[in-house]
């Protein structure tokens, strides 16, 4: 079993920005894939970013290519999502997810095995 739990979200105007983190316990997190995902209201949930589990592999969704990095530090059983440039488009609750799936890129929900509760996102015009 893995434990994530998400931090850093809250409200921001367009244009800043925000650093959500991962915080994962139980299993060595190093073995898994880490992605985030996102869900706004009324709307499914929807691939953001993923990483390899070695870090040094990463794939975006094309609206936040640009704009949003994915990292991990391993040795801090943590990952990251920066956020810049955020647009009102972006407000949702971010999830992060842990997979053992080596297919890459990771972007589909059924690839991941755990799931934080997920942060709140608000972007103000």
């Known amino acids: 079993q893995v434990q994530l739990v998400e931090s850093g979200g809250g409200l921001v105007q367009a244009g800043g920005s925000l650093r959500l983190s991962c915080a994962a316990s139980?299993?060595?997190?190093?073995?898994?894939?880490m992605g985030w995902f996102r869900q706004a209201p009324g709307k499914e949930r929807e691939f953001v970013a993923t990483?390899?589990?070695?870090?040094?592999?990463?794939y975006y969704t094309e609206s936040v290519k640009g704009r949003f990095a994915i990292s991990r530090d391993n040795a801090k059983n943590t990952g990251f999502l920066q956020m810049n440039s955020l647009k009102p488009e972006d407000t949702a609750v971010y999830y992060c997810?842990?997979?053992?799936?080596?297919?890459?890129?990771?972007?589909?929900?059924?690839?991941?095995?755990?799931w934080g509760q997920g942060t709140q996102v608000t972007v103000s015009s």
């Open positions: 997810a842990a997979a053992r799936s080596t297919a890459w890129p990771s972007i589909g929900r059924g690839l991941y095995d755990y």
């Open positions: 139980g299993r060595t997190f190093s073995f898994y894939a």
């Open positions: 990483i390899n589990w070695r870090g040094g592999l990463t």
